[in-house]
């Protein structure tokens, strides 16, 4: 049973680069795409962007200016950059993978809170 | 800018059935779109129940089903339990490695 875990800081101040990491343990990284999704506080679901084994990424248009997703296989470790945050960037980030060749996001992260703010 | 729509909330006796729809803005929902539907309880991550418009991932109960209905998804729960208070997320593949979520359905039973 695949397991990913997200880890970074918790408090980012406005105008800095969120930096998270997802780890992933019981399964292969290859062969799969993998998603970071985030949830403001008592708002829905936003998928931010997706990373192929391969490196390849696709990333929300909304977004895409101020994301890099990439991919460390040696590490089993896939990450988000996400520059010149603001207090709408405050949310709970949860990574996933893609099963179903990238149309199922069949495991996902416990999710970690991260604030922005001064 | 596409947009996928659901019902904000939606309420269901406990024994009773209920469909909650996924739309788009623009355009109908096929298979091609490959819906799936997600349960996200308070503080928990959430689960994807089914996904390629009608798959049970592994483990769902079967009281759980999937379909095209008319120009949307459709998310059908036949004998509603406590435990189905959720929110409830549909997310469809754009195509180009995009994935658009709807922004969810309130269920409550009651």
């Known amino acids: 049973q695949v397991q990913l875990q997200e880890s970074g800081p918790g408090l980012v101040k406005p105008s800095e680069t969120l930096s998270l990491t997802c780890t992933v343990s019981?399964?292969?990284?290859?062969?799969?795409?993998w998603s970071w999704i985030r949830q403001p506080p008592g708002k829905g679901l936003e998928w931010i962007g997706s990373?192929?084994?391969?490196?390849?990424?696709s990333y929300n248009p909304s977004l895409k200016s101020r994301i890099t997703i990439s991919i460390d296989t040696s590490r089993k470790q896939f990450s988000l950059k996400l520059s010149s945050v603001t207090a709408a960037d405050t949310a709970v980030y949860f990574c996933?993978?893609?099963?179903?060749?990238?149309?199922?996001?069949?495991?996902w992260g416990q999710g970690i809170l991260v604030t922005v703010s001064s | 800018q596409t947009v996928v729509t659901q019902e904000p909330s939606f309420s269901v006796s406990p024994g009773g059935t209920v469909t909650l729809t996924c739309g788009l803005s623009?355009?109908?929902?096929?298979?091609?779109?490959?819906p799936s539907w997600c349960q996200q309880t308070p503080g928990q991550a959430p689960r994807t129940l089914i996904y390629?418009?009608?798959t049970r991932s592994s483990g769902v109960p079967d009281r759980f089903s999937g379909s095209i209905l008319g120009n949307k998804a459709a998310l059908t729960i036949t004998g509603a339990q406590a435990d189905d208070e959720s929110d409830y997320y549909c997310?469809?593949?754009?195509?180009?490695?995009?994935?658009?979520f709807g922004g969810g359905t309130k269920l409550t039973v009651l």
């Open positions: 623009s355009g109908s929902v096929s298979a091609t779109y490959y």
């Open positions: 019981g399964g292969s990284i290859n062969s799969y795409y």
């Open positions: 996933a993978r893609l099963g179903g060749s990238g149309t199922n996001f069949d495991s």
């Open positions: 990373v192929y084994y391969s490196g390849s990424t």
């Open positions: 997310v469809l593949y754009m195509g180009s490695g995009i994935s658009l």
């Open positions: 390629s418009t009608n």
